[in-house]
């Protein structure tokens, strides 16, 4: 039961100056919104006319008033930052020594160090 410095949500007391923070990673990967969700599979946000879709489980900046106030800037940067190394190098792995999936868990998500093969495009 609340009492008051205490909200209700979702049957979960929180009590003032609780921190909160969103889990927002077992949205990204639950299988129900995106199966196959750890695969790289574009054509997921592609409708069958060809059109981009999204979905709103979509949330890699978050929501609400504590969303992410660089999404603007960062969606710039990540677009003209993979353009350009597509365009500039094509990238293989290197058999002998594939990226693992086991992701190493801490503030983010990031993979194991791993070698990789750039050859320049011209
Ligand atoms: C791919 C890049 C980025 C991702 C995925 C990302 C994601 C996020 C997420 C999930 C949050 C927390 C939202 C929440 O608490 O619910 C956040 C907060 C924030 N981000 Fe980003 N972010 C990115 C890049 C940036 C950049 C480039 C800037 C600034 C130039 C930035 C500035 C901020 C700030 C200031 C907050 C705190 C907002 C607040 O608590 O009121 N972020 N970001």
Known sequence: MCFTNCKEFLGFHLEANTMVIPQIGALLTNEKIFPEAT?????????????????????????????????????????LFAANLFNHFKITTIPSNPPKMAPIIGGTKMPEPFLTHFEKRF
Not at 47 to 68: H, M, S, Y
Request: aromatic share 12%; net charge positive.
């Open 39 to 79: 695969k790289f599979k574009p054509e997921r946000f592609i409708d069958e006319n060809g059109k981009f879709q999204t979905k709103p489980e979509l949330i890699p900046f978050g929501v609400g008033k504590r969303a992410c106030l660089g999404e603007g800037l960062a969606r710039l940067e990540l677009y």
